[in-house]
């Protein structure tokens, strides 16, 4: 599955990791899909699917997808949110290969599209900050 081998990628990326730590308070690797843990150590980040589009041939649905996902990086300071998101953008922009996922999708390219700061969190009295990566993905189906 796409998903779990993106975050595979990220996790075994020596950049990112640095950033996350792997010695958390949280006790998680710091990536979360669509939403955090209640209170997670800084910095983090949420990943989500915003779209995706099949491809359609006479024969049927193809296997091969295009796939948007944005990756949102929090941080307790602004320049560590950026520093994260340029991590996310080396570890993921550009690669092509097959990912070490269970499924082990070919991974065509990845392109990243859009990149921006999030406005402060109001909930959280302005203390998060953070910067979001929106990437392309295309790729193989091979889930089961």
Not at 68 to 80: L, N, V, W
Not at 87 to 115: C, H, M, W, Y
Request: net charge negative.
């Amino acid at each position: 599955m796409l998903e779990e081998g993106i975050e595979i990628l990220l996790t075994k990326d020596s950049g990112v990791s640095a950033l996350l730590g792997t010695n958390r308070g949280d006790g998680t690797n710091g990536l979360f899909a669509n939403i955090s843990v209640k209170q997670p150590t800084y910095p983090y980040i949420v990943y989500e699917k915003l779209s995706a589009e099949s491809n359609e041939t006479l024969e049927g649905l193809n296997k091969f997808q295009i796939a948007r996902f944005r990756f949102k990086c929090y941080a307790a300071d602004y320049p560590t949110a950026v520093k994260l998101a340029h991590k996310v953008r080396l570890a993921l922009g550009g690669f092509a290969g097959t990912l070490q996922d269970s499924d082990a999708t070919p991974l065509g390219n990845a392109n990243p599209i859009f990149e921006a700061d999030l406005p402060p969190e109001a909930a959280l009295r302005a203390t998060t900050w953070g910067r979001v990566i929106d990437f392309e993905f295309c790729f193989a189906d091979t889930a089961a």
